[in-house]
């Protein structure tokens, strides 16, 4: 090995290894010279490993377990067998090695006698080899990756990928549940399970492990519920009514300690036992009365005996007479399956104790062995026994059951301690000198009921880390949280501090945790794992005392532990036998400070066999190594290695010698090392890397580190040493007052967040120097978001308090607490002032963090001067630098702001500073020297202006008006003609103009205001830094605020908030009444306008009326839907607020008083004009005239027993002159004078036309009166002539009558006053705008279909519209209005769903009666007529009705249409026939077929039941014998027919029987009449049905052949016959009364009436 000293230069510059044993004052450290830089080094009892740039990994020292194996090579040998495998970490434990793997895999090589090495069957592994974590809990097992190892004497441990321990070797320190050793497989700690581990590290005989805090960030990772050994259960809950019980009752045998017998067998007699105090026997927290056969333990051949009988994997404490047969008697508690001691035992243990005294002067060396994993009852009895249930159920229930069970815990042990007045272990004294405790104790024993003080404050920080847990809370009800927290309320309160920091934002995690626990196990005979005595635990065990103590790493030693917290101190504890730990206390058993000067901030550590090492910085931020524990004499390396015992007598005699460190002493020699990035330990060495300052980088970065560091120690020296004092004096909140106690608190906890993330960010800079060492890793230049929002947060939160004058009134407590003299907050706020106030002070120090940014920007600068400048590294620190130094001057200019207000308040009127002073607000400009005046003020009046960031005031001698900035606007007034400087100011209420003093002042104000309203819209006030550079910036006329109205009027104290322009609500917004009025939609000019939801409270009825529809300057207009809180719901127009125009009112659901629904028009909210009103109770349908409400008029009214009347109504009763028919045509035509009264002159016929005709009286049904004559007419022939067949209609509505209301909507639509008057180019644009607008509406509701947005995309085409129509511009029109029809935000579209509608509500249900269907029909026509007329408005260039389009040359054949009828045997038309059914009833027809073909369906009834006897008779017959009886000429009957699955023209002969064959392509063809609704389309069927029989007919005869009507009318029978078309006369009929005019002497025309006689002829056919 070559070895240079530290002066001279090596090839590297990073990475440079120094070596040196021990500390005196002769030691020089020796480079070991390697040929690339080192990353890691590992150290053993007598070996070390290093990892190299590159990955490779050289051992160094005595290799026994090598085949060569020579004494101690010269050279550090290079491990062959891992090259190539890319090694990332390396681990060293007293006789064995372990490298890790890039991809987390482990290779172990060394002594492997107790399974070290994790392989099984070798005592020694030469080489390096690999070791799987397999996890046999997943299915198929997976190999585990590694992120960290650690090794100790007899064991490893092994950090998941997924943060979970496993271990393996020998011995208790492997926190398996195991009862047999070595374990040579890896398994996992499954008491660690759930939690989140952060690092391990591996002491001689025992283990640390540091771990998250259970935070909110694990809820997402289960606890383990379930015993890993036998799957139960680990605990169960039940709820009660307002408590939550939890038993862990879970008692599982795998999982238990060894037994008695086994212990015994395991514990030879000892032959220097470890000294106990008699007070500490332990209960064992199982024990287990299984017999099993005791596992043999593989003795280690490295130990003697002695230390082998020490290590015992178990035993218990003689504290009193077992049965004789046990060497140290138990106390056995009998087999009990809850892990927590009850009152019983807890009574029994102190009777005991009492005696254990008495006993332990008689046998002061008796037997002690050691219990492990028995938290006994010493130190913090409590702290034992929550301990213990933690260690045996886990976490979660132990948390729940501490928040249940500590007062009850409180209430009990003390008071048992008084009884049996023994000594208990309640003090938190810790001493291991037996003696001494016991008088300690005597001395104490008076106090000793009262001391659960401490107790109560430790278990509190515990409780209350547990409480901010999310998970637990849902488990303990909150009645029994709060009676927990009782005791503790005002240190719950100061949450921010104590315990964790409240809430940190997620965004942090990307950040070191702080929130930690150390947890250790393993042997603890000198204390090494910190509980307060020196018993053994097999299961990892929290030690409380670090809880809250930031710890960032872990390390052990041989027989001691090292803990470095955030704050750069170090705990050590445990072996102090060579002043290893760095203080005088020895041993230690708890956590203690190692005693450094102060200043030194420790960040880096290692612990040896006996030594530790420390690297730290002090006053410059160049890394200095302390050394504490043995001092090693020059010739200590030739002494051959003696006998274990001879050595230690040695080292005694050393101890007294005084060859051993009192307290860390500092290395002279580590200033010549360069920087030094890690310090390492192990055995007697001592190593340490370091780098060159290359362009001074290092050097910049280590700065930075070092800076983050000594800011945080002070920020926590300012919580700890100002903040926390003040805030737990009694007097603060009330000297306060509310409000400043309120943003004290908020300042602190900003302040803790604030400190939290220095921590954070100091340990991140840390980890970066002790591993990479370059910019990426460096997290802040990533994440400065978070520091900008966390100082942006905390310096606003300083500026409220300030502003409020909260430093002032802190002043007097202050006062109070520091004395007179305030030298500590002095030195603590870094005041340079001379004679400061305690208030500046104050103010100065909570100022301090803010500035920092100054300093993260020079070291950034400093960083940004090592790269070149075209590099990415270079911008990125440039940027950053340049964003946190912007920072550092926004939070400058916050704190000027935040001083001129307070300063202005001290100087304003003591009445309005109450009422206008508030935390958020800042002054920006005040005028109280008259710079600003109100306009036309009065002579006397004072004005005086303030503009706040958030309000601008107008204060007056005693009253002020607060105008909030986000509603107003500002606008100069032009000077020209005025002369006046003035700024004209309008606000939602008031408009007024103020007068500047001169123009300078204009425009200095007008800015202000400006800048001021920009940034209260903006919120948040970050582009203020450009703004100050003299350009006019003005805020958005059009903005989004929220403003409550005061005038008197229509608005008064309604609150609005929405879209705002020029001082009135435009755009979208809310406006709530206090009367619980609600308005949500548009406005426009301040009024609501445009569509909009309106809600009113109806008090009596405790319900809302909801109005959701269109408005107009601030009243309902347009189309809405009213829902009434009675129930009724009006759907249809509003002008003016009222229904007005077509409107449909429903009220009642169907089951209530007065179900009816109303449909019609509507003038002025009441019901006048056409309407259709449905009774449903009544089961009366009304159809005709009203007004004012009352039906008035001519009318039809049917009812659902049949009765039809048609006549005059007047005040809402039947009365004037009428009809009146009954079901069986009996009928009255005459006088009225009520509903169904007859009264007067008039003529009753019968229904086989026998009639009366006199005078009537009486209702219609009871007995009727009558005085007059009898008739009857067909008695003799000459009164033929006197046939009373009563003509209806004639007093009804007519048809274009009514619907006018419907018409009139769509005429006004398009932008006309009436029928026909207006500009066409106007509606196209109307048309256009609703659709667009629709459109927007769509956008917003995603419920529209895509092919409705499609059909409305097209539509928003205008169709040419002017000019000639040729047949093409024909077929686009007619497209045209498909489609619009079919788009109900079409005015067109929407017109005809609102005439369906109205079509619907009249002829179905009750209307559904055949008398009504002439009136249906003359609907339906007139409905035509009325469209055409719009649609010839739209199209002002097609013809009228029955008009001539000049057809192409060229026919277009378009079957569609009845015009087009281009048969083959006709020669083409001149031309096209325009009318409104051809255009229309396409579109029309299929939405009204179904209550127009029911009404011709009741109508046909008794011809259709006829001609339907007679078609399924003569259907009953085969083809031939139908053909004949028809009288078909032979020539036409076929001879043969197509087969239903031929094979290629495959024909069947037609046979006598033949049934349904013969023109059976006709027959389908007809049937299809009943599934077309336009008679066009119903006559093309007849003529393909035609067609189709003529081609068949010509295949028969081969030949063409022209058709007499003779001959194929018993042809077309019979395919009548056979087609079996149910509703017939219906379609014939139908057919009749819609069919196009201009087909009528057609072709079409012709084959209807020849389809109209088959009907005819069928129903009189006589059957021979």
């Known amino acids: 090995m070559e070895r240079k000293s530290s002066g001279d230069d090596g090839a590297g510059e990073r990475g440079l290894l120094h070596t040196w044993k021990g500390y005196s004052y002769s030691v020089t450290p020796e480079r070991l010279l390697l040929h690339g830089p080192v990353l890691q080094v590992a150290l053993g009892t007598r070996h070390g490993v290093l990892l190299v740039e590159g990955g490779q990994v050289y051992s160094f020292g005595e290799l026994p377990w090598k085949q060569s194996h020579v004494p101690e090579p010269a050279k550090p040998t290079l491990e062959s067998a891992l090259s190539g495998q890319r090694v990332v970490a390396v681990a060293a434990g007293s006789f064995h090695s372990g490298a890790m793997t890039e991809d987390g895999g482990v290779h172990m090589w060394g002594y492997n006698a107790a399974g070290q090495c994790g392989l099984s069957g070798l005592s020694t592994v030469p080489n390096p080899t690999p070791v799987a974590l397999v996890d046999t809990d997943s299915t198929p097992p997976q190999t585990v990756p590694v992120l960290e190892l650690a090794c100790g004497e007899q064991h490893t441990l092994a950090l998941s990928a997924q943060r979970e321990v496993w271990a393996w070797g020998s011995g208790c320190q492997l926190g398996l549940n195991v009862a047999v050793f070595p374990v040579w497989k890896p398994q996992k700690v499954e008491h660690l399970a759930g939690r989140y581990v952060l690092q391990v590290a591996c002491g001689a005989s025992h283990s640390l492990a540091l771990v998250r805090c259970l935070g909110p960030q694990d809820i997402h990772r289960p606890p383990v519920d379930k015993c890993r050994q036998c799957n139960q259960l680990l605990f169960t809950m039940t709820d009660k009514e307002d408590h939550v019980i939890i038993s862990d009752a879970h008692y599982c045998p795998l999982s238990m300690e060894l037994t008695e017998d086994e212990v015994r067998l395991q514990a030879p007699a000892l032959t220097q036992g470890l000294k106990m105090s008699p007070s500490e026997p332990v209960l064992p927290s199982h024990t287990s009365t299984s017999n099993s056969p005791p596992p043999t333990r593989g003795v280690d051949p490295t130990q003697d005996s002695e230390k082998e009988s020490a290590l015992a994997n178990g035993a218990l404490t003689a504290a009193d007479s077992g049965p004789p047969a046990q060497s140290g008697g138990g106390v056995v508690l009998g087999v009990k399956s809850s892990p927590y001691p009850d009152e019983q035992a807890v009574k029994d243990y102190l009777k005991k104790l009492s005696e254990a005294e008495q006993m332990d002067k008689a046998t002061a060396g008796g037997t002690h062995t050691l219990l492990p994993s028995a938290g006994g009852l010493t130190s913090s009895t409590l702290n034992s026994l929550v301990a213990s249930c933690a260690s045996a159920v886990g976490e979660r229930v132990a948390s729940t059951y501490e928040a249940l069970s500590l007062k009850k815990m409180m209430n009990y042990l003390p008071s048992g301690v008084a009884k049996a007045g023994g000594p208990a272990g309640l003090t938190s004294v810790v001493g291991d000198n037996t003696t001494e405790r016991v008088h300690l104790e005597d001395s104490m024993q008076a106090k000793k009921s009262s001391s659960t003080g401490d107790i109560r404050e430790e278990e509190a920080e515990g409780l209350r880390r547990r409480l901010s847990l999310p998970g637990l809370l849902s488990q303990v009800s909150p009645r029994l949280l709060r009676k927990a927290c009782r005791p503790w309320m005002r240190a719950v309160a100061l949450t921010p501090l104590g315990g964790p920091v409240p809430e940190i934002p997620e965004a942090q995690e990307v950040f070191p945790t702080l929130q930690t626990e150390v947890w250790s196990w393993g042997h603890g005979e000198h204390g090494q794992l910190g509980h307060g005595d020196s018993l053994a635990r097999v299961q990892p065990l929290c030690i409380k005392s670090l809880n809250s103590k930031e710890v960032v790493r872990v390390a052990a030693g041989a027989h001691h532990s090292l803990a470095l917290t955030a704050q750069s101190q170090v705990f050590s504890w445990g072996s102090n036998s060579f002043g290893q730990l760095g203080h005088m206390e020895s041993p230690s058993t708890v956590p203690r400070l190692a005693k450094l000067s102060e200043g030194i901030r420790v960040w880096d550590m290692s612990a040896g066999e006996r030594h530790t090492l420390l690297l730290a910085d002090g006053d410059c931020f160049r890394p200095i190594i302390y050394y504490s524990g043995q001092q090693v004499k020059e010739e200590a390396e030739e002494i051959p290695a003696k006998e274990l015992g001879q050595q230690e007598e040695e080292e005694e005699e050393e101890q007294q010698a005084g060859s051993y460190t009192q307290q860390p002493v500092l290395l002279p020699f580590c200033m010549d090392l360069g920087y030094v990035s890690n310090v390492f330990a192990g055995g007697q060495r001592c190593m340490a890397l370091s780098d060159m300052n290359v362009m001074g980088f290092i050097a910049s970065l280590h700065e930075l580190a070092s800076a983050e560091r000594k800011f945080y120690c002070k920020m926590c020296n300012i919580k700890t040493q100002i903040i926390r004092p003040l805030l737990e004096m009694e007097a603060l909140s009330s000297a306060l007052g509310q409000t400043a106690t309120g943003l004290l608190h908020t300042l602190i906890g900003r302040f803790s967040l604030l400190c939290h993330l220095t921590g954070q960010h100091a340990a991140s800079l840390t980890a970066n120097l002790r591993r990479v060492r370059d910019v990426n890793s460096l997290l802040f230049l990533d994440h400065a978001s978070i520091f900008f929002d966390s100082y942006t947060e905390y310096c606003s939160a300083v500026g409220n308090f300030q502003v409020m004058g909260g430093f ?857």
């Open 808 to 1664: 002032q009134t802190l002043t007097k407590p202050s006062l109070d607490f520091f004395g007179k003299n305030p030298e500590l907050l002095m030195k603590l706020s870094e005041c340079s002032e001379e004679n400061p106030t305690a208030a500046d002070l104050l103010v100065a120090l909570f100022y301090l963090p803010t500035r920092h940014l100054h300093e993260y920007g020079r070291l950034l600068l400093k960083l940004v001067t090592c790269f070149e400048v075209c590099s990415n590294d270079y911008q990125r620190l440039q940027d950053s630098c340049s964003k946190f130094e912007a920072l550092a001057l926004q939070l400058k200019r916050k704190r000027k702001d935040a001083d001129y207000t307070f300063h202005f308040w001290k100087s304003f009127p003591g009445k309005m500073t109450d009422s206008l002073r508030k935390p958020q607000r800042r002054l920006i400009c005040e005028s109280s020297n008259k710079a600003l005046t109100l306009q036309n003020a009065g002579r006397f009046s004072v004005n005086w202006f303030i503009v706040f960031n958030d309000a601008l005031v107008h204060a007056q001698f005693s009253t002020h008006h607060v105008f909030p900035l986000a509603t107003l606007w500002v606008e100069p007034i032009p000077e020209e003609n005025t002369g006046l400087h003035g700024l004209k100011m309008i606000t939602p209420e008031e408009t007024f103009t103020l007068l500047a003093s001169s123009p300078m002042e204009k425009t200095k104000w007008l800015r202000s205001i400006n800048q001021a309203v920009d940034q209260a819209l903006s919120a948040a006030a970050q582009d203020s830094a450009s703004v100050g550079s003299g350009q006019k910036l003005e805020p958005p006329v059009s903005r989004t605020a929220s403003y409550t109205f005061y005038k008197d009027g229509r608005l008064k104290e309604a609150k609005y908030e929405g879209r705002w322009l020029a001082g009135k609500p435009n755009g979208r917004g809310v406006l709530k009444w206090p009367d619980g009025r609600i308005y949500t939609g548009a406005f426009k000019n301040g009024l609501e306008d445009g569509f909009g939801e309106f809600l009113a409270p109806n008090k009596t009825l405790n319900k809302n009326d909801q109005y959701l529809g269109h408005w107009k300057d601030g009243k309902m207009h347009g189309l809405g839907t009213y829902r009434y809180a009675s129930g009724e719901v009006y759907d249809g127009s509003f002008q003016d607020s009222m229904r007005h125009g077509h409107g449909m009112l429903r009220s009642g659901k169907l089951n209530t008083s007065s179900p009816s629904v109303f449909i019609g028009q509507w003038l002025q909210d009441k019901k006048t004009g056409y309407g259709v009103f449905d009774d449903i109770t009544k089961g009366e349908k009304y159809m005709g005239m009203w007004q004012d409400h009352l039906r008035q008029g001519t009318a039809v009214v049917v009812t659902q027993f049949g009765l039809y009347y048609e006549g005059a109504f007047k005040d809402n009763k039947m009365m004037g002159t009428g009809i009146l028919l009954s079901e069986d045509d009996t009928t009255y035509e005459g006088e009225f004078s009520d509903d169904w009264t007859l009264n007067g002159k008039g003529t009753l016929t019968m229904a086989n036309s026998d009639y009366l005709e006199g005078s009537f009286n009486g209702e219609w049904g009871s007995g009727l009166k009558v005085t007059g004559s009898y008739f009857k007419p067909h008695l003799f022939d000459a009164d033929k002539d006197k046939t009373h067949a009563v003509k209806l209609g004639r007093l009804c509505v007519c048809a274009e009558d009514k619907w006018q209301a419907v018409f009139e909507e769509c005429w006004s639509q398009l932008g006309c006053e009436a029928e026909g008057r207006g500009e066409n180019w106007k509606a196209w644009e109307n048309i256009a705008v609703a659709l667009a607008t629709s459109r927007q509406h769509i956008r917003d509701s995603p419920e529209m279909s895509r092919s409705h947005s499609r059909t409305l995309e097209s539509l928003e085409v205008i169709p040419q519209h002017e000019g000639p129509i040729t047949m093409e511009r024909y077929h686009s029109i007619r497209l045209y209005l498909l489609k619009a029809c079919d788009a109900p935000l079409h005015p067109l579209g929407r017109l005809l769903e609102t005439l369906v509608a109205v079509y619907r509500m009249t002829y179905v249900g009750v209307g559904a009666n055949r008398r009504l269907l002439p009136q249906a029909v003359n609907e339906i026509k007139s409905y035509l007529n009325r469209i055409f007329q719009i649609v010839r408005f739209l199209f002002p260039d097609l013809p009228e009705e029955g008009g001539l389009i000049p057809e192409p040359t060229t026919s277009l054949q378009d079957k569609k249409e009845p015009g087009s009828t281009d048969a083959p045997l006709e020669s083409p038309k001149p031309g096209r026939v325009v009318s409104s059914s051809a255009l229309l009833l396409p579109v029309l027809l299929p939405r009204l077929y179904p209550p127009l073909f029911t009404l011709y369906a009741l109508d046909k009834e008794r011809e259709d039941d006829v001609y339907w006897d007679c078609v399924l008779r003569l259907n009953k017959q085969p083809d031939l014998a139908l053909l004949a009886f028809l009288g078909v000429q032979q020539k036409f009957w076929p001879v043969s027919f197509p087969v239903s699955m031929p094979a290629l023209g495959e024909k069947q002969q037609v046979l006598s029987s033949t049934k349904d064959a013969c023109f059976a392509s006709a027959v389908e063809t007809l049937q299809q009449i009943s599934t077309t609704f336009t008679p066009s389309d119903k006559l093309q069927v007849i003529q393909l049905t035609f067609e189709e029989i003529t081609q068949e007919v010509q295949s028969l005869l081969k030949q063409d052949f022209l058709w007499s009507m003779d001959d194929l009318f018993p042809v077309f029978l019979y395919v009548v016959l056979r087609a079996r078309i149910r509703n017939l006369g219906s379609e014939v009929s139908l057919i009749e009364d819609l069919m196009d005019p201009c087909v009528q002497h057609g072709e079409h025309g012709i084959m209807f009436t020849t389809l109209k006689a088959c009907y005819y002829q069928i129903q009189h056919e006589k059957i021979t």
